[in-house]
């Protein structure tokens, strides 16, 4: 025992005198990331995972946040609430994490989002659209860094009022995140289009989150013979959805169609030339949107790594990380309440372009863009030609309306 001490305190005293960091010095800011990483949907956290071990070792790489680096932990969330916050707890109690990163389910956001604050650790939200995070049952905790559902719902009502389309219906997953899309859609249309018309409840379609054969929903949407069809599947129900609709005729350019999230790459990735062309479609980030140094060399850094291109999932991970590095070296301090007020009114340029927290509600506003999906022999997927970016501050709904106390 003797012997160890002794050996002990000579390391420690040849590190100080040739000024090797402590291991005090060296401790890691723990990161902690829960996303869907197994099942129908798992393409979304494998996204998310690239994009935040991009991150970190860029981050590393460059000395660390304050020196100190950084170490991430991955959970699964199996886009179910109870497994989520698990996940969550695991990594506070058990990993020691100092922020909390992810979810991409908008009904586990919600579910979770009153239990955040027995944890007393931020959650930045990368992917999660419901709105009533930063809304109807925000917290202190809880920031999210990319559009919410009202911010990118608002830009598809804004292109349905410049189409010749005056009747509209709807194909959305049977839970929040579709039945909300509709209700914004019908009111953000309505106040840009007072003269459109919406189906009634017996003729839109809401399928089950675990639908695989959508041939009913589809023949259902045709037989009701729409002008316009908004779609707010995503993942692997959209994936279905385009394969077995363009089998039935569905994009044949009898109505106008606008898919919320259908400029995912993990959509695109998917489909390839299955991807029917000239649909409206939307994203959260869009790799060829932003012509900055930044955003060029994200696209370049993250392609040559995994020779792809980086999904919004992809650019939400990465960007959390990038976020709360920026807010612990605004307050000098990874001490949780220090970078909770330190992210509230955070201005950042991140590959997506400057996006700025509001400190009322957590609700970054940012931009969002929508294009025609085309073909380019340049790129394996789809990619959006025409584009067309809408700005944060133009879409974002006002702070009285979202319902948020902290």
């Not at 992810?102 to 009904?107: P, Q, V, Y």
């Not at 990038?322 to 000098?332: D, S, V």
């Amino acid at each position: 025992m003797r012997k160890q001490a002794a050996l002990l305190t000579l390391i420690l005293c040849l590190a100080v005198f040739f000024g090797i960091p402590s291991a005090h010095a060296e401790k890691p800011v723990k990161l902690g990331f829960v996303y869907i990483m197994s099942g129908p949907f798992a393409a979304y956290g494998q996204f998310a995972k690239k994009g935040a071990e991009l991150a970190v070792d860029e981050i590393n790489k460059a000395g660390g946040i304050m020196g100190r680096p950084v170490k991430a932990y991955f959970e699964d969330s199996t886009g179910k609430p109870d497994a989520a916050l698990r996940a969550l707890r695991k990594l506070v109690y058990q990993e020691k994490v100092d922020c909390l990163i992810g979810l991409d389910s908008s009904g586990v956001a919600k579910s979770v989002a009153p239990s955040i604050p027995q944890l007393k650790t931020p959650l930045i939200i990368t992917h999660a659209a419901t709105p009533d995070v930063t809304g109807s049952v925000c917290n202190k905790y809880i920031f999210r860094i990319s559009l919410n559902l009202a911010q990118n719902v608002k830009t598809a009502a804004l292109l349905a009022a410049q189409t010749k389309a005056k009747t509209w219906t709807t194909v959305g997953p049977d839970y929040a995140f579709g039945h909300q899309s509709w209700e914004y859609f019908q009111k953000y249309l309505k106040e840009a289009n007072p003269n459109a018309k919406f189906l009634p409840k017996d003729q839109v379609a809401f399928p089950p989150f675990k639908t695989t054969d959508f041939s009913s929903y589809i023949t259902k949407v045709m037989q009701s013979k729409p002008d316009g069809v908004l779609i707010s599947l995503w993942g692997g129900n959209l994936i279905d959805f385009v394969r077995q609709g363009s089998e039935m005729g569905f994009f044949n350019g009898d109505f106008e169609v606008l898919v919320t999230l259908g400029a995912a790459t993990e959509v695109l990735s998917a489909l390839k030339d299955k991807m029917p062309e000239g649909l409206w479609v939307g994203s959260r980030y869009w790799f060829l949107a932003n012509q900055s140094p930044l955003n060029k060399a994200f696209v370049k850094n993250y392609h040559n790594r995994y020779n792809e291109y980086p999904s919004y999932n992809a650019h939400g991970a990465y960007s959390a990380i990038q976020a709360y590095k920026a807010a612990a070296e605004k307050a000098k301090s990874c001490n949780k309440d220090a970078i909770i007020g330190a992210l509230e009114g955070l201005t950042i340029e991140l590959p997506v372009g400057t996006i700025t927290i509001r400190p009322e509600d957590h609700q970054a506003v940012t931009d969002a863009c929508w294009g025609k999906t085309a073909a380019d022999p340049a790129y394996p997927i789809r990619i959006l030609k025409p584009m067309k970016i809408f700005k944060g501050k133009d879409i974002t709904p006002a702070v009285c309306d979202t319902g948020c106390k902290m």
